[in-house]
Every structure is written in C-alpha cells, then in structure tokens.
C-alpha cells in the first residue's frame, strides 16, 4: 500500500536552515508529481511547492520562494524540502503528498492529491 | 491567484443530516476542484475529485457538483465520524490554493 513518511522537522532559530525527507512506498515515485502542504497551528491548509516526476519542473508558493527547494531522489524514493532563511511564520507541520492527474478522453480533467504523509512539524522560534 | 472562498466557516448539524458546503473560485477553474477532509491531528484524505468524482473507498453519501467558479460538496447522512473540517482545492493553476475549510460539528 501507498506510505508517505516524512521526517527532519524539529525545532529551529529564524534564520536557520531544516530539510525534510519524505519516503515513499508502495507506488512506482518515478512516474508521480509530489507536492509540499503546509498547516500551520490552528489554521488551514497551504500549498508549499510541487516537483514533478522527472524533477524539471518546480513550483512554489510566494511565500517560500527564494528560500525553499524541492528536490526529489527517485533512486531513494525520497522528496526532499530544504528551507532556509527560516522565519517564526514558516512553523507548521509539513505534510508531503502524491499527485494523481484524471483524465476524460485523453484529456486533463483534474490534478488532485490521492495520498498524504501524516506531517512533521517545524517550529521555528528563539 | 486563485482565490477560493468556502462557506459556511463553521456548521452545527445532528447525525442523518443532509448537508451541503461551498467553495467559489475568484476565477472559472473548469472542473479543478477537489474536496478534503481532515479530523484533528491527522493529515487530510482525499473525497472528491474532478469536482464530482468520488475517490474510491469514500461512502457514497459523499457527493460533489459544479464546475466554472462554484461547487458544492454534500453528504446525504451524515455519520458521526463525518465531524471534521472540510477543505475544498483548486488545482487549475498554481499555487493550488484551499479554501479556509468549514468546520463540521454535532448539533
């Protein structure tokens, strides 16, 4: 069965640096876009950042841009975050997920995301 | 940006309720719209897809409609495990915003 398990959050100072791991299992990683979501304490959901399965292309929020990179190894089955420059708004927990695309006739229909890690949490505080 | 709006915040409702959620996209998305839902402390779980597909494993009561800029997620019956915070999410475009999610409650 499909296990995401992310790992690397803890606690960290603004300005500091953290990377997150998400292992994954179950699934072919090499055929699938993966995304980064974010929820920090209390509130709602916030997409993070997208790889896709080759790795070429990238997306990121506006809010992490310059200062996150997402990086896949997918002969460790393995998305990675690497956040820098830290600040006390980027606590959450990090959640990674899978990306899965439907089709009607061949043709895009929607881009959903079928399978969530259970989240690591990232606290970033003097 | 896509902006998505979802009402109501919050819902009072009692077990065998039919309810209905709402999400309004600043923009047509076509048909880009998925609906999570997710309890305290667990990572959200894929219910509907394509705005009206259902994931497999999803209870049938679940159900979702629309397409351009309005949608809506209804549950026929509700359960008592269906008290949870709802999310509903475009992915025409990113960033693939979520609405601020409508918080279910036993009446």
């Known amino acids: 069965q499909v296990q995401l398990v992310e790992s690397g959050g803890g606690v960290v100072q603004p300005g500091g640096s953290l990377r997150l791991s998400c292992a994954a299992s179950?699934?072919?990683?090499?055929?699938?876009?993966m995304h980064w979501v974010r929820q920090a304490p209390g509130k709602g959901l916030e997409w993070v950042a997208f790889?896709?399965?080759?790795?070429?292309?990238?997306n990121y929020a506006d809010s992490v841009k310059g200062r996150f990179t997402v990086s896949r190894d997918n002969s460790k089955n393995t998305l990675y975050l690497q956040m820098a420059s830290l600040r006390a708004e980027d606590t959450a927990v990090y959640y990674c997920?899978?990306?899965?695309?439907?089709?009607?006739?061949?043709?895009?229909?929607?881009?959903?995301?079928?399978?969530w890690g259970q989240g690591t949490l990232v606290s970033v505080s003097s | 940006d896509i902006q998505m709006t979802q009402s109501p915040s919050s819902l009072s409702a009692s077990v065998g309720d039919r309810v209905t959620i709402t999400c309004r996209a600043s923009q047509s998305i076509s048909s880009y719209l998925n609906w999570y839902l997710q309890k305290p402390g667990k990572a959200p779980k894929l219910l509907i897809y394509?705005?009206?597909s259902v994931q497999s494993g999803v209870p049938s009561r679940f159900s979702g409609s629309g397409s351009g800029t309005d949608f809506t997620l209804t549950i026929s019956s509700l359960q008592p495990e269906d008290f949870a915070t709802y999310y509903c999410?475009?992915?025409?475009?990113?960033?693939?915003?979520f609405g601020l999610g409508t918080q279910l409650e036993i009446k």
């Open positions: 999410q475009q992915s025409y475009s990113t960033p693939y915003s």
């Open positions: 790889i896709r399965f080759d790795g070429r292309i990238r």
């Open positions: 179950g699934f072919s990683f090499n055929d699938f876009g």
């Open positions: 997920a899978k990306e899965r695309i439907s089709t009607v006739r061949g043709v895009i229909s929607s881009v959903y995301f079928d399978y």
């Open positions: 394509a705005a009206s």
